[in-house]
């Protein structure tokens, strides 16, 4: 074989090596560190961690997606990526979904709004000078720069900014939070709460104060309706609520972790009253 042949044939097999070695991680090894790394964190069990890599069997909702797009959104020190933090809320919109039709009206206005920040990434896209500002919609603060250097944001009126619209679906993710918070929660001694109260006081303690007294009774009306504990185990394919608060924890922490980069965004800014 002539010397340039045999050159080309070890860079091609070195450059294959590279590719398998780079899939492997990409596909076996960074999922692993990934969630161990929040499990570790959270003090749960390996078994709880390899069911959320697993999909969950006859389900709408996969908590493995919510936990990947979650695990996805944080990015550099404080800002938090667009478009895995509205495919979250395409996945928590299957769970409340999953809940029944009255929590399901709740979703639906969700989702408006997850439509509305896609719309308008979607109208930046195609005519970039409307915002004069590349990439407006792809992180939180780029979002927030660019609708503030145009003026689009109005601290005195309601308007459908992405801004005024994510801060809705900033609270809304604390009333969920708050709500698997508590659903994770197994008391020392005595009865496990009922989900659906558990449910109302994240409710109360969060977005109540935010609607109307109409919005408020239609949003009881929905918890009361709410499937008992043994529903939640079968949505997320688990046996106990040791495995439940087990996953939930680590799902939590993921929610904290976007939360708290949006709240620091949003109040850096003063945004955290916009009408």
């Known amino acids: 074989m002539f010397p340039i042949q045999s050159m080309k ?6 450059q294959h090596c590279f590719c398998l070695l780079a899939f492997y991680v990409l596909i076996v090894v960074t999922p692993h560190l990934q969630v161990n790394h929040v499990s570790s964190s ?15 069997p006859g389900q709408t ?4 997606l919510l936990l990947s797009h979650l695990l996805a959104a944080p990015a550099y020190t404080s800002d938090v990526l667009l478009q895995p933090y509205l495919s979250s809320w395409d996945e928590l919109v299957k769970f409340m979904d999953a ?4 929590v399901g009206l709740i979703s639906k206005e969700i989702e408006t709004k997850t439509t509305i920040i896609r719309q308008l990434a979607l109208t930046a896209e195609e005519d970039p000078e409307v915002l004069q500002h590349t990439n407006a919609y792809h992180s939180v603060r780029s979002m927030i720069a660019a609708e503030m250097n145009q003026g689009l ?20 993710l604390l009333w969920l939070k708050l709500f698997l918070e508590r659903l994770a ?26 609607h109307t007294w109409f919005v408020r ?7 009361i309706a709410m499937p008992e504990r043994g529903f939640f185990f079968r949505l997320v394919c688990v046996q106990n609520q040791k495995e439940l608060s087990a996953v939930l924890n680590i799902v939590v922490k993921a929610i904290g972790e976007v939360y708290d980069r949006t709240q620091t965004a949003l109040e850096e800014n003063g945004m955290l009253d916009l009408p």
Not at 9 to 14: R, T, V
Not at 61 to 64: A, K, M, P, R
Not at 154 to 171: I, V
Not at 217 to 223: C, P, R, V, Y
């Open 9 to 14: 044939l070890e860079i091609f097999n070195l």
């Open 42 to 56: 959270n003090g749960t069990d390996g078994t709880a961690v390899s069911q959320l890599l697993e999909g969950c």
């Open 61 to 64: 909702f996969q908590v493995s």
């Open 99 to 102: 809940l029944g039709p009255m």
């Open 153 to 172: 944001v109005d601290f005195h009126h309601q308007t459908d900014s992405g801004c005024r619209t994510l801060l809705r679906l900033h609270r809304a």
């Open 185 to 210: 929660e197994t008391p020392v001694a005595g009865r496990l709460s009922n989900p659906a109260d558990l449910c109302r006081e994240a409710y109360q303690s969060t977005l109540a104060k935010h």
């Open 217 to 223: 009774k239609a949003a009881e009306l929905a918890f």
